[in-house]
């Protein structure tokens, strides 16, 4: 891995935190629909960070899930739920962001919080070790 995939590795992983942090903002602040998206991008700059110590850096959310399958579920690096989990959120951030009226609860975006927030914290173990700063 080059210096350069560590910064980007690490570049993604402090987005994954403020993407969490606002997600948690919006929640705290009544904004539900907002919520959920930045949920699944604080899942999805995590797994970025994963890929980017494989030197893969893709903008295509389809390729990215399916690179972290292949790279680090598959592999057993990171439990199987957690690739069920970014597929989920993905989902939901799909609905939260293009229907015209989604209807999603507080109670449903602060389950999608929890499950982003394992998730981050699971791949930023497994980057901890990845980058020898474990």
Partial sequence: MTEGDRDRARGYMGRARRALEAAEHNLDGGFVDEAI??????ALYAAKALLATRGFDTNRHSAAIQLLGREFITSG????????????????????????APD???????????EATEFVADA????????GSG
């Fill in 124 to 131: 930023r173990a497994l980057l901890d070790d990845l980058l």
């Fill in 77 to 100: 690096l990171l439990p199987g739920q957690q690739g069920r989990v970014l597929g989920l959120l993905l989902q939901h951030r799909l609905n939260a962001d293009y229907e015209v």
């Fill in 37 to 42: 998206s930045r949920c699944y991008y604080a």
């Fill in 104 to 114: 999603f609860t507080p109670a449903a975006a602060r389950e999608h919080l929890h």
